[in-house]
């Protein structure tokens, strides 16, 4: 993940940083930064960002509620990540995705649009190998969280990032809520002193969920998906590096 405390704007504009968090396997902190390329958007001051949206399941909407407010980006396709994958909702509710094509495959959608920002959110053991692919067309990426549910996959999206001087964003929004704000403030104005323990908690209910959350192969865990949320809120309030993790969750 980029830069986890720029807005979603910051980031759709800026290419100017290349650096990925380890946060989608758990460990919450980010990844060493490199320097990429400079702003790819100097020399198109006139012209839109490029937005393409692979996969209709998941966090991916709360991208097309912010752009209604940003002029300066246009939705150029949608794709189906998964076969199947229904966007009638989207395109009912939101008007910048109502007569964009539809692609079947993501990647005539990435030959044909050259979108500059890809958001990846579909069924979670898809988001590494497609957000590498993308990776490797040279467009930025805001994923669904996680970013991997394995290490290795991780890894290799870390590589491909890298590899491409591109950006790339989960989808971890907690962190800007104002509670996390002014916790984070507390800490940094040394008001708690010294920081050793953390402990937080996130729970969804389970309530009707599609039938690949019964399966560690293509859901990954709970705490990859649940409990992510609660190691971004630590890692939004501490003021120094993890030292040791531990967690638990259950199905009650």
Not at 103 to 118: A, F, G, I, K
Request: with cysteine; net charge neutral.
């Amino acid at each position: 993940m980029t830069d986890t405390k720029k807005t979603k704007s910051q980031m759709l504009q800026s290419r100017t940083k290349t650096t990925v968090s380890t946060s989608g396997a758990g460990s919450g902190r980010e990844g060493e930064t490199q320097d990429s390329c400079t702003n790819v958007y100097e020399d198109r001051k006139d012209s839109k960002i490029r937005l393409g949206i692979i996969g209709s399941w998941g966090h991916f909407v709360h991208v097309l509620d912010d752009i209604e407010k940003m002029p300066e980006v246009e939705v150029v396709g949608l794709a189906r990540a998964l076969p199947g994958e229904d966007f009638s909702g989207v395109r009912a509710k939101y008007s910048s995705t109502a007569s964009v094509p539809l692609y079947d495959d993501y990647r005539q959608l990435l030959s044909e649009q050259s979108p500059d920002v890809v958001t990846i959110s579909t069924r979670l053991d898809q988001i590494t190998p497609v957000a590498i692919e993308v990776a490797g067309a040279g467009c930025n990426l805001v994923c669904e969280k996680p970013l991997a549910i394995t290490h290795a996959g991780l890894g290799l999206l870390w590589e491909a990032v890298k590899a491409n001087g591109v950006e790339c964003l989960a989808m971890l929004n907690n962190r800007v809520h104002p509670l996390l704000a002014a916790a984070a403030k507390a800490v940094g104005d040394g008001l708690i002193g010294k920081v050793c323990l953390l402990n937080a908690r996130k729970s969804y209910r389970f309530g009707n969920r599609p039938e690949w959350f019964g399966r560690r192969e293509t859901y990954g865990g709970t705490i990859p998906w649940v409990g992510i949320h609660a190691l971004d809120f630590i890692d939004a309030v501490a003021d120094s590096a993890f030292t040791s993790v531990a967690a638990m969750h259950a199905n009650a």
